[in-house]
C-alpha cells in the first residue's frame, strides 16, 4: 500500500528532544514516504535528520503555566490538564489532517482522552506506544491508594481498548496489557540509532579535547597533543595514556525513579578504597548527563564532597555529543528501576549501541535486555554496584583477565547492534500505519 501524500501525526506530551523513541518513530516514518507532524512542547534540541528533514514539521505546544503558585496543588492540577487538553486539540485540529496520529503513553492525561476524540472525528487510526503506565509514575509521589492514580488507571486502560493498535516496549508490559486491560499489543524493542556506534581513538580523542575547553577535567594537559584519556603521537596515530583514570558515564532525567543516591554511595565506596593505598584502582571520571528536577539536589551533594581520586562531571551534550561520550567511555551504569516494573532504560539501548558494558540496577524485565555475566552486569543494591566497580577497575587498565570480560561482553555487543532501530521498526510496526 503507497504511503505518499499520507500524514502521520506523532504525539509528545513532552520534551520533543527527550523523547528519542517518537523521534525514531517519526525519521523512519518520513524514510517510508509519510508526512510527518510532531506535536510536543519545544526544549532540548531533537535530532537533526529531523529538523533538517523536508517530510517533518514540528508544531510545538504553549507551555502551561505554574498554576501551583496560585492555586491550591488538585486545582492547579485541574487547569494544567484542561490547559493541555484546549492546547493540544487546538493544534489537531488546525493542522493538515492526519490518516494516524501515534500518542506516547506516558503521560496519558489529556492526551490519550484528547488524541482519541481527533481521530474519531477525523475518522483517522489511532495508535499508541507504551513506554510506561502513567498511573505508576503518579504513585510514586501519591501512592497506589490515591483517588487520581485510580483515576489515571482507569482512564489508561479505556483508551486504550479504544486504539486501532498498541505498541508497547517489552514482553512483559505486552503480557500486563493483555492481563490488566485486555489490550492487544506489539511489542517494539528499542533499538540504538546509527549515530550510536563504536567510534575510533582519533575521534576519541578529538572529543576530548573539544570538550575539554568546557569541562577541565576531560583535559587538564598544557600539552595540546594530550587528552587525560588520550595522546597523539608524533606519527599522528592516537593511543590511549598508560596513566589514565576510568571513565564511568551515566545518563539520567534526574526523577524520583532513578535513586542516584546509590551511585554516589558507590563512587564514595571507591573513594574510600583509593584513599586506603591497599588496592590497585585507578582515580575515576564519573560522567552524568541530563536535565530533570532532582539535577540540583544532587549537585548539591556531590559539591559538598570532597574526593580526590574520584571526579564527578554533569555536562549537558549536544545530541551529536553524547553518543561520542558513550563510546568513549570504559563503563556505563544504569539507575534506571521503572515505576511499573515493565520498561526498558533507552540509556542501556545507547550504550549497547556504542559497544559499552554495563553495570545496571535489576529490575524483573531487565533480563529482556541485559544479560548478567554475558554483555553485562545487574546489581540490586549499592553493596553490589561498589563491588562491580571496583572490581572492573582493579589494576585497571593492565588487567589481564578484566580485560577478557571486557572484550567478551563487547563482542557480545558487536552482534546486539547489527539490528538497527528501522530494521526493526519495519518488522514489527510499519503494518499498523498501512
Known amino acids: 500500500m503507497s504511503t505518499e501524500g499520507k500524514s502521520v501525526c506523532v504525539v509528545v506530551l513532552g520534551d520533543v528532544g527527550r523523547s528519542p523513541r517518537m523521534q525514531y518513530h517519526s525519521l523512519s516514518l518520513a524514510k517510508e514516504g509519510f508526512n510527518v507532524d510532531i506535536i510536543g512542547y519545544e526544549g532540548s534540541e531533537p535530532l537533526p535528520e529531523l529538523v533538517n528533514n523536508p517530510r517533518v514539521v514540528f ?14 496543588r488538585l486545582l492547579a492540577y485541574a487547569l494544567k490538564v484542561l490547559w493541555q487538553s484546549i492546547t493540544l486539540l487546538f493544534v489537531l485540529l488546525f493542522k493538515r489532517r492526519s490518516d494516524h496520529v501515534l500518542v506516547q ?6 492526551a490519550l482522552g484528547i488524541c482519541w476524540f481527533y481521530t474519531l472525528i477525523m475518522c483517522s487510526n489511532y495508535i499508541i506506544d507504551w513506554h510506561n503506565y502513567g498511573f505508576s509514575i503518579m504513585a510514586l509521589t501519591l501512592g497506589n491508594k490515591h483517588n ?6 482507569w482512564f489508561e486502560g479505556f483508551c486504550g481498548r479504544r486504539a486501532s493498535a498498541n505498541l508497547c516496549v517489552t514482553l512483559a508490559m505486552k503480557e500486563d496489557l493483555k492481563s490488566r486491560w485486555n489490550i492487544n499489543a506489539v511489542t517494539l524493542y528499542d533499538r540504538p540509532a546509527e549515530c550510536f556506534k563504536p567510534i575510533s581513538l582519533l575521534e576519541q580523542h578529538q572529543f576530548f579535547m573539544r570538550l575539554g575547553k568546557e569541562h577541565s577535567v576531560f583535559n587538564q594537559e598544557s600539552d595540546l597533543t ?5 595522546e597523539e603521537k608524533a606519527d599522528g596515530s592516537v593511543v590511549l595514556r598508560a596513566d589514565r583514570p576510568g571513565l564511568v558515564v551515566s ?12 551511585l554516589l554511595s558507590a563512587l564514595q565506596d571507591y573513594e574510600t578504597a583509593c584513599s586506603s593505598g591497599t588496592s590497585s584502582l585507578p582515580s575515576l571520571v564519573c560522567a552524568i548527563t541530563g536535565k530533570g528536577p532532582l539535577k540540583q539536589h544532587y549537585c548539591n551533594i556531590i559539591e559538598r564532597n570532597s574526593w580526590r581520586n574520584v571526579q564527578v562531571v554533569t555536562p549537558w551534550l549536544h545530541p551529536d555529543d553524547y553518543p561520542r561520550l558513550l563510546a568513549s567511555a570504559d563503563l556505563g551504569v544504569s539507575l534506571h528501576t521503572s515505576s511499573s516494573g515493565l520498561d526498558l532504560p533507552m540509556k542501556v539501548v545507547d550504550m549497547f549501541g556504542c559497544g559499552l558494558p554495563v553495570l545496571a540496577y535489576d529490575f524483573p524485565c531487565l533480563k529482556e535486555l541485559v544479560r548478567h555475566g554475558e554483555n553485562s552486569y545487574k546489581f540490586k543494591n549499592t553493596q553490589e554496584l561498589s563491588t562491580l566497580l571496583q572490581s572492573w577497575f582493579e589494576g585497571f587498565p593492565n588487567n589481564p ?14 552482534s546486539y547492534r547489527e539490528l538497527h532501530w528501522h530494521e526493526n521498526w519495519m518488522f514489527s510496526a510499519f503494518s499498523l500505519f498501512t
Open 226 to 230: 594530550k587528552s587525560t584519556f588520550t
Open 105 to 110: 503513553n506516558p503521560p496519558a492525561i489529556p
Open 148 to 153: 487520581l492514580v485510580r483515576i489515571s488507571s
Open 251 to 262: 545518563s539520567t532525567s534526574w526523577t524520583e525513579d532513578e535513586d542516584f543516591s546509590v
Open 401 to 414: 583477565s578484566q580485560n577478557a570480560i571486557n572484550l567478551q561482553f563487547r563482542r557480545q555487543l558487536e
Open 59 to 72: 508544531r510545538y505546544l504553549s507551555r502551561c503555566p505554574d498554576f501551583q503558585e496560585y492555586c491550591p
